[in-house]
């Protein structure tokens, strides 16, 4: 018999992994998007599920929305945002060591779509993979970014939401047809001399998975399925956790970071709903400076691609400064959320 001793006894050989020199912080270098060309106005989909333009504003505040072209896919609208947010950042795309791609819309389990887009952006080496948190993906890759940097696994990562949500929502379905909408955002991180990313603070609750689910689990389609799965959403059950819910993370991101609301420049929050957007921003007590994004209104819910898209849109028409705070909020199926306050590029 072996004594216990001799059991844990530990070779010599494998003590002392060496670990990479971390960094002070991580930073958002450079911020793109893509957002297909065709405007679809309400009317186009309110036929469908009969309803109207103003039943939509009214419930939603979305106006219109982008539709994918055929061949704008999952992963050539993830290069397309990736690409513009190396060239803002400055960075050559051989240098990218991570490609973290957030998307709920790509349908297929295996490969992942990641080592594509990494691929098509020029990053040929980098580690690649798909971060599933739904609507919240996008914040929760851009914390596990902010992780890999810091602890200088990484030095370049390119974070990027891409949705082509008209693949898996029924334009029959009242609940879900007016309100999601596809496109891609990206942002590049890299390492800082002081933190400009914070700390993020998540949640997941499995136990009300059904709130947001497909109509059918994958595997129940079977080899014949001529019929993909579509989103299948308790909207007013959401609707309440969500306002509930986004305004709690939001502070509870403000203390991690040590800042108040007096410190930000902009609240971007997941564009599921307009008055979703409001009501936390209420609730927020935000002082007037603060610039709320309402990206939601033409773009609708373009879920992981969300809050990349509004904070492109904000920056790309100057109505926030450069180097100023924003606080975003994902939030969505799971339920999952995740929430971080980071410096603007
Ligand atoms: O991205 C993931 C996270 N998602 C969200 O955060 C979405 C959260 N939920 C929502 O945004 C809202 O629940 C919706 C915008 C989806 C729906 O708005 P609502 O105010 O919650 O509507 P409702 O489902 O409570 O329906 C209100 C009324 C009903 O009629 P009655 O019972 O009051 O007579 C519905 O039958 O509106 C009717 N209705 C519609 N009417 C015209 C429901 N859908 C439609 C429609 N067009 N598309």
Known sequence: MTGAS??????EAVRGLSAPAAVPGSRILGVGAYRP???????????AIDSGDEWIRRRSGIAGRRFAAPDDTVVSMAVAASVKALAQAGIA??????VLLASMSYREQSPPAAPRVAHGMGAVAAGAMDVGAACAGFCHALATADSLV????????????SERMTDIVDPYDRGTAFL??????????????DPGIGPVVWGSEGD??????HSAPWPAQGAAAEVTPTL????????????????????????AAGLTVADLAAFVPHQANLRIIDTAADALRLPPHVVVARDVVHTANTSAASVPLAVEELLARGAVPRGGRALLVGFGA???HAAQVVVLP
């Open 150 to 161: 810091r602890s200088g696994n990484s030095r370049y990562v390119v974070v990027v939401g």
């Open 37 to 47: 060309a065709r405007v679809v106005p309400n009317s186009e989909v309110a036929e």
């Open 6 to 11: 001799e059991v844990t006894e530990v070779p």
């Open 334 to 336: 799971g339920l999952s």
């Open 93 to 98: 795309p051989g240098t990218v060591d991570t």
């Open 232 to 255: 299948r959403m308790d909207g007013p059950a959401v609707f309440r956790w969500a306002v509930a819910t986004v305004p709690r993370a939001a502070r509870a991101a403000l203390t």
């Open 208 to 213: 009300r998975h059904e709130a947001i689910a």
């Open 180 to 193: 999601f909408g596809d496109g891609a955002g990206a942002m590049v991180v890299g390492p800082a001399d």
